[in-house]
């Protein structure tokens, strides 16, 4: 079983930063793959970033929609995960969640939310224009 909680969401104005961290429980976590996902309202979850585990040497792809603004990184130590958020925009709002996948295939990705062992329960992202 492996647990996940998010922290670091509010309110922020367009243009802003913000970092999204997830602390996360269980044994291997350096072997997890560990994704960002969002949902908005009305809107399905979709997905923002994920880092593979050390099997796939720590691997970092992004959504087109936040790549070049958004960072996900990880320090398998501390069991966390990071999102660094810049350059915000209001339709980057959104609750934002971490996932965990416990088996990683070397040179797979890894897109979709059931594709995902493991859930938090969200923090909200809220971007003001």
């Known amino acids: 079983q492996v647990q996940l909680v998010e922290s670091g969401g509010g309110l922020v104005q367009a243009g802003d930063s913000l970092r999204l961290s997830c602390a996360a429980s269980g044994r291997a976590f350096s072997s997890y793959v560990m994704g960002w996902f969002r949902q908005a309202p009305g809107k399905e979850r979709e997905f923002v970033a994920a880092?593979?585990?050390?099997?796939?040497?720590?691997?970092?792809y992004y959504a087109d929609s936040v790549k070049g603004r958004f960072t996900c990184s990880r320090d398998n130590a501390k069991k966390t995960v990071y999102l660094q958020m810049n350059s915000l925009k209001p339709e980057d709002t959104a609750v934002y969640y971490c996932?965990?996948?416990?088996?990683?295939?070397?040179?797979?990705?890894?897109?979709?939310?059931?594709?995902?062992?493991?859930w938090g329960q969200g923090t909200q992202v809220t971007v003001s224009s």
């Open positions: 996932a965990a996948r416990t088996r990683d295939y070397r040179n797979n990705y890894y897109y979709t939310s059931s594709e995902y062992d493991y």
């Open positions: 880092i593979s585990g050390s099997w796939s040497s720590g691997r970092v």
